[in-house]
């Protein structure tokens, strides 16, 4: 392997809010690399050699955070994965202190989940190292749909200029968050597709377009993104039942017909099957790339580490 000179200007990363479009294309372009380094017989490299990452989720996660730890590993860091409900957090220490206590260790990394809004960003002001926001509360979760952007591209051939329909449980999802976020960056048209109980009017002041059937929102689409129903954030009945929330709003391939002929499938998991998508369907490697999200999770968090923790002057991997 050999690199090529690149820039990118975060020091943490926080959301897809704030992030340049050019640091998004960056972090595309060496996950690109990653991606094919994965897929060799070698997959380690020495670029976070001697440096230390914690891994710190104050919610219950399989994918993001062992994709995280895969991806420090892989890169040559020190990992710890910090188990929050048998650490000082569960006897009432505060995030600050607890932040306070980890940045006396003298990490490079620090990155973080957790069920408020707002929090992984307070974290980031009290610590020296980079920080990466696995997901906080409704907010955002900017490394899913920076994957997501990857499927994409590798999948279609692009990553703007696209129709996709992002469909089902927008009131609770911080990934249809930061996907709109940075699909709408990338000139593309989103619209969002689910009953009027999970999606807030807040929505379409970011340029989304909103449907509430499944017909008209996927009508010549080119990407549909469900998402899973998050039962475990909604007080109060959202949906009458699973059954008739998948019969309007679960996707088929009934449903999907009305799309385009060549659209992708996508969900950013765990899938509920039978009530956000038909399992035949999930598992359709003609249409679905439901498991290329997943590989594309680890390339992508490789990226964003590496991009986080190396000069101003960066570098990608090239063959």
Do not use: W
């Not at 940045?103 to 920080?131: E, I, Y």
């Not at 509360?137 to 990553?159: K, Y």
């Not at 059937?213 to 909604?234: T, W």
């Amino acid at each position: 392997m050999r690199f090529r000179s690149m820039t990118f200007s975060a020091r943490h990363l926080l959301g897809i809010e704030s992030m340049p479009a050019a640091d998004i294309l960056t972090i595309l372009d060496l996950a690109d690399s990653y991606a094919e380094l994965n897929r060799g017989q070698f997959k380690r490299t020495s670029i976070l050699e001697g440096m230390t990452q914690i891994n710190m989720f104050f919610e219950n996660s399989t994918r993001t955070q062992a994709s995280f730890e895969l991806a420090g590993k892989r890169l040559g860091a020190d990992v710890m994965n910090l188990h929050v409900a048998t650490s000082s957090v569960g006897k009432g220490e505060t995030l600050i202190d607890t932040a306070m206590t980890l940045n006396a260790m003298r990490p490079d990394l620090l990155v973080v989940r957790h069920p408020m809004s707002g929090a992984v960003n307070l974290l980031a002001q009290k610590v020296d190292c980079a920080v990466v926001n696995a997901g906080d509360g409704r907010h955002e979760h900017p490394t899913q749909a920076l994957l997501d952007a990857l499927t994409i591209r590798r999948s279609t051939g692009r990553v703007s200029g696209l129709t996709v329909a992002i469909c089902g449980d927008i009131q609770h999802s911080r990934v249809a968050r930061s996907n709109l976020l940075l699909l709408s960056k990338m000139q593309n048209r989103v619209r969002l597709v689910g009953p009027r109980t999970l999606i807030p009017d807040a929505f379409g002041e970011l340029g989304a377009d909103i449907f509430h059937d499944m017909e008209s929102g996927l009508k010549d689409v080119d990407i549909v993104m469900m998402l899973r129903l998050q039962e475990e954030r909604m007080s109060g009945a959202f949906v009458p039942s699973l059954r008739e929330y998948f019969h309007l709003f679960g996707l088929d391939s009934e449903k999907l017909a009305v799309a385009n002929p060549a659209a992708i499938v996508m969900h950013p998991g765990p899938m509920n099957r039978g009530v956000e998508i038909d399992g035949t369907l999930a598992d359709d490697i003609n249409r679905s790339v439901i498991s290329s999200q997943v590989e594309m999770g680890v390339a992508v968090r490789m990226a964003v580490l590496h991009l986080l923790t190396t000069a101003s002057t960066r570098s990608e991997l090239t063959d």
